[in-house]
Nanobody
């Protein structure tokens, strides 16, 4: 059974930084995409960033230049470095892995709160 565990969330002041991690355990091979999503209260879950097998990345417009996604396939881990955080970045952040069979695996979420 595959399990994704996020860490690194917390409370930070505006302008600060956080680094999120998401590690997979269990039998998962051939991870095609690793991504981060977030959901703020009363809003739909939205894509933050995704990184594909060969390192190509996509970012939401509102995080470009501030967030950086990276992956470590040997450890089945994805990271999200978040700099210059803003109060509007406050949300629960979820990681998602997609394998080459198009199976999706989600983490349980980690809270990020940015105070003004």
């Amino acid at each position: 059974q595959v399990q994704l565990v996020e860490s690194g969330g917390g409370l930070v002041q505006a302008g600060g930084s956080l680094r999120l991690s998401c590690a997979a355990s269990g039998s998962i091979n051939g991870i095609r995409a690793m991504g981060w999503y977030r959901q703020a209260p009363g809003k739909q879950r939205e894509l933050v960033a995704v990184i594909l097998t060969f390192g190509s990345t996509t970012y939401a417009d509102n995080v470009k230049g501030r967030f950086t996604i990276s992956r470590d396939d040997a450890h089945k881990t994805v990271y999200l470095q978040m700099n210059s955080l803003k109060p509007e970045d406050t949300a629960v952040y979820y990681c998602k892995f997609t394998d080459f069979r198009h199976n999706d695996y989600w983490g349980q979420g980690t809270q990020v709160t940015v105070s003004s």
